[in-house]
């Protein structure tokens, strides 16, 4: 009896090490087809991009609106600049379809984010009569959670839109 029941627990316990084992194998995200991005390289080295992408855009984020600094590095805008090309039909695919850059990957791993409620989906060059227009602020934008839900302010949008529109 007592030794059954040690073996029990072993196959146990080598069973959750198995399962452990094998989660943190794919610890990595996942990797789906990924339309290729323009240029030679990314902003910082794939692998790096691949698990901090978000660590990235999120930091932009905060200090374009804290301090008003616009580096281009971590712009989002320059993210979509190289990263969504057209499709074989010659046509800009819609952030949500599997052949957009960001949600190519997000979908597969059932990532959601609203970013492009906001941000255009396209690169600028997508616009080419019309004018490109950086993003929108809502009434309430989570994004600027950190200012304790207060919306944008108007001071805020002249600020980054001065810098944006003068951006080479
Ligand atoms: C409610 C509208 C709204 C949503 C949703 C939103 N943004 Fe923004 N975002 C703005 C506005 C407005 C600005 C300032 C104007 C600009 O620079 O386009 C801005 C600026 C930025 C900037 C700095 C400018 C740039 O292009 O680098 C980054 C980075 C950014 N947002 C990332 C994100 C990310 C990532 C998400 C999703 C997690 C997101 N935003 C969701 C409205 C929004
Ligand atoms: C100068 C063009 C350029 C810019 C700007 C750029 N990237 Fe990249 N990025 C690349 C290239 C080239 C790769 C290598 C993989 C490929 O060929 O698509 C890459 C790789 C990546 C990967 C990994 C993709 C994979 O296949 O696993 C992610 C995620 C990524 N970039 C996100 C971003 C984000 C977010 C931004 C904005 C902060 C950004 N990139 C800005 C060109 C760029
Ligand atoms: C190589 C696959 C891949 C690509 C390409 C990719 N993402 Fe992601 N992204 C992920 C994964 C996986 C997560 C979730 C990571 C986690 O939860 O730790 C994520 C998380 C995020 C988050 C944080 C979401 C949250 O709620 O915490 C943001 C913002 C984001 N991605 C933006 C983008 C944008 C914008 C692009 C396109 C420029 C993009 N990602 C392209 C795989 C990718």
Redesign the pocket.
């Known amino acids: 009896m007592r030794l059954t029941r040690q073996l029990k627990v072993t196959l146990a316990l080598l069973g959750l090490a198995s399962l452990l084992f094998t989660a943190g194998a794919h610890a990595e995200p996942p990797l789906p087809d990924i339309p290729k991005g323009k240029g030679e390289q990314c902003v910082e080295p794939t692998p790096v991009m691949r698990r901090h992408h978000m660590d990235f855009?999120?930091h932009?984020?905060t200090e374009?609106?804290h301090e008003g600094i616009?580096t281009k590095k971590?712009?989002?805008?320059e993210c979509i600049n190289c990263h969504v090309v057209p499709n074989e039909k010659g046509e800009y695919p819609k952030f949500g379809s599997d052949d957009h850059f960001c949600s190519s990957c997000h979908n597969y791993a059932s990532v959601h984010?609203?970013?492009f409620?906001?941000?255009a989906d396209k690169p600028e060059t997508a616009y080419k009569g019309g004018k490109f227009q950086?993003?929108?602020?809502?009434s309430n934008?989570h994004?600027f959670a950190d200012k304790a839900g207060a919306p944008?302010s108007k001071g805020?949008?002249e600020l980054?839109?001065a810098e944006?529109n003068s951006h080479e």
Do not use: E, F, N
């Open positions: 855009i999120l932009q984020r374009t609106m616009r971590y712009s989002l805008v984010i609203d970013c409620q906001c941000h950086h993003a929108l602020g809502g934008p994004h944008i805020d949008i980054v839109s944006s």
